[in-house]
Nanobody, 126 residues
C-alpha cells in the first residue's frame, strides 16, 4: 500500500520559514514527478511546485517563486518544500503528491497525480 506522509507544518509568523517533508512508502517514486499542492477553505486544490524524478527539473506557481524551494532525495524516497519569507496568504493545507510513472511533462493539475498525502496545515500569522 502506497503512503505519502507529510510533516513539518505548523504556525509561523509572517517572514518566517518552515520546511515540509513528505515521506513515501510502499513503492519508490524515483522516476515519477512529485509535487506540492495547497488548498484554502472552500477552494479547490491548487498547484504550488513540482519536481521531476530524474534531473531535478522544477516548476513553481508564480506566487511562491523566489520564496519556496522544492527538492527530493530519491535514496530516502522523500520530498521537501522549503518555505521562506512566508506570508499570511500562504496559510493553507499543503498536500504532497506523486506520479506513478515517468512522463515527459511535469504536471501542474491535481488530476495528473496518482498518489496523495493526507495534508498538513500551515498557518502564517500577520
Amino acid at each position: 500500500q502506497v503512503q505519502l506522509v507529510e510533516s513539518g507544518g505548523g504556525l509561523v509568523q509572517a517572514g518566517g520559514s518552515l520546511r515540509l517533508s513528505c515521506a513515501a512508502s510502499g513503492r519508490t517514486f524515483i522516476g515519477g514527478a512529485m509535487g506540492w499542492f495547497r488548498q484554502y477553505p472552500g477552494k479547490e486544490r491548487e498547484f504550488v511546485a513540482t519536481i521531476s524524478g530524474i534531473g531535478g527539473r522544477t516548476i513553481y506557481v508564480d506566487s511562491v517563486k523566489e520564496r519556496f524551494t522544492i527538492a527530493r532525495v530519491n535514496a530516502k524516497n522523500t520530498l521537501y518544500l522549503q518555505m521562506n519569507s512566508l506570508k499570511p496568504e500562504d496559510t493553507a493545507v499543503y498536500y504532497c503528491a506523486a506520479v506513478a510513472e515517468i512522463r515527459t511533462d511535469l504536471g501542474t493539475t491535481p488530476g495528473e497525480y496518482d498518489y496523495w498525502g493526507q495534508g498538513i496545515q500551515v498557518t502564517v500569522s500577520s
